[in-house]
């Protein structure tokens, strides 16, 4: 399968300048992040607010700089790419934002929206051929073609997204950055979005990043995901393994303190474990993990694959795995 994105040892360090004097302090958001997202296929992000989610989207948009590593989008590395160099990579890759409230401009019509990417690559010049290529786009997002001279602001949230995707899906792109799509929805109308990206997926083979707080929507709809802690992969493996046998006690955290109706009623583990005392240990994770042993504090932390599908980077997990 063709690698559309290849993320390589990325890492993104936001510098704050002091206003007037001391040291820039430097935010390390993204280390050394490693992912691919071949063709035709669903890669999910998953993990808490503030991990490095969207900075790992605005990087792939070539909204925030690369620190270092490399990201290369159809086997183009896109570092230090002038604006004119990524004109024909914004063809390729379209952006979903969380809010279609804040992404539509509420003073455009839906037609508006829709063609303006058109218009700025010159496509379906032809006003016979636009008419008919909008109609058939609206459609393939469940929308009428009704809706075409109205504005924005007179739709819902799940038709407003609906307009989001087409708007994204104009330029036909291969690759859909998708960061968190549906998290401002509610859940019925959640679920015919979800629906619609599976259909669109299939149809147009699309890669798709898809940045999620949900595991319950990154099951339903990712072939493959990957967990964020503090900018790193802590595990990554097809959808059905990692529900299967989640493996990094962070997963297993996220996993326990996902909601449902079968625990009502009982306790959810919400409030992750916290020992002070663990913090400047070689892993990260040390001090929010359960399960942390004395070899946590000094051991190198990488991920390394357990089984064909499946990676982790937490040295207890990767021992017991080898004494299996
Ligand atoms: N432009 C910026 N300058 C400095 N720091 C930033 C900037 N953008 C993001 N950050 C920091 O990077 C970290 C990660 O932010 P990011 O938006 O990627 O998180 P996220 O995982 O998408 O969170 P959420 O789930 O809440 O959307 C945060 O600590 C944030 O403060
Ligand atoms: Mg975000």
């Keep these: 399968m063709t690698?559309?994105?290849?993320?390589?040892?990325?890492?993104?360090?936001?510098?704050?300048?002091?206003?007037?004097?001391?040291?820039?302090?430097?935010?390390?958001?993204?280390?050394?992040?490693?992912?691919?997202?071949?063709?035709?296929?669903?890669?999910?992000?998953?993990?808490?607010?503030?991990?490095?989610?969207?900075?790992?989207?605005?990087?792939?948009?070539?909204?925030e700089e690369i620190t270092a590593g490399t990201v290369k989008i159809n086997g183009q590395d896109i570092k230090g790419l002038s604006a004119t160099a990524w004109q024909p990579l914004r063809r390729v890759m379209?952006?979903?934002?969380?809010?279609?409230?804040?992404?539509?401009?509420?003073r455009m019509t839906v037609r508006q929206l829709v063609s303006e990417p058109l218009d700025i690559h010159q496509l379906h010049t032809n006003p016979a051929e636009r008419e008919k290529f909008l109609k058939e786009l609206m459609l393939s997002v469940g929308l009428s073609e009704t809706y075409l001279p109205r504005y924005a602001h007179e739709f819902s949230g799940g038709q407003r997204q609906r307009i989001a995707i087409a708007r994204a899906l104009a330029l036909d792109p291969q690759i859909l950055i998708a960061d968190e799509p549906v998290s401002a929805l509610d859940v019925s109308v959640q679920a015919q979005i979800l629906n619609l990206l599976k259909e669109i997926k299939q149809k147009r083979k699309l890669s798709i990043l898809f940045v999620t707080h949900d595991f319950g929507v990154a099951r339903f709809l990712c072939d493959e995901i990957a967990v964020m802690y503090k900018g790193q992969i802590v595990e990554q493996a097809s959808s059905e393994e990692l529900f299967a046998h989640p493996l990094h006690p962070y997963t297993q955290q996220l996993l326990a303190a996902v909601p449902s109706v079968a625990k009502n009623g009982s306790c959810l583990k919400a409030h992750p474990?916290?020992?002070?005392?663990?913090?400047?240990?070689?892993?990260?994770?040390?001090?929010?993990?359960?399960?942390?042993?004395?070899?946590?504090?000094?051991?190198?932390?990488?991920?390394?694959?357990?089984?064909?599908?499946?990676?982790?980077?937490?040295?207890?997990?990767?021992?017991?795995?080898?004494?299996d």
């Excluded at 390589?8 to 993204?30: D, I």
């Excluded at 991990?51 to 948009?61: A, E, F, I, P, Y």
């Excluded at 240990?281 to 040390?286: G, N, P, T, V």
């Design 3 to 63: 690698a559309r994105v290849e993320i390589s040892q990325l890492s993104k360090t936001y510098v704050h300048k002091p206003w007037l004097w001391g040291k820039p302090q430097e935010n390390p958001v993204l280390k050394n992040v490693t992912l691919t997202i071949p063709e035709n296929r669903v890669l999910g992000l998953v993990g808490e607010s503030g991990c490095g989610k969207s900075t790992l989207c605005k990087v792939l948009l070539g909204i």
């Design 273 to 323: 474990f916290f020992t002070s005392g663990r913090e400047g240990w070689s892993c990260s994770f040390a001090s929010r993990c359960s399960q942390a042993q004395a070899t946590c504090q000094f051991a190198s932390c990488s991920l390394r694959q357990v089984t064909p599908n499946h990676q982790v980077m937490c040295i207890t997990k990767i021992q017991e795995k080898k004494n």
């Design 94 to 106: 379209q952006v979903v934002y969380q809010d279609p409230y804040a992404s539509l401009d509420p």
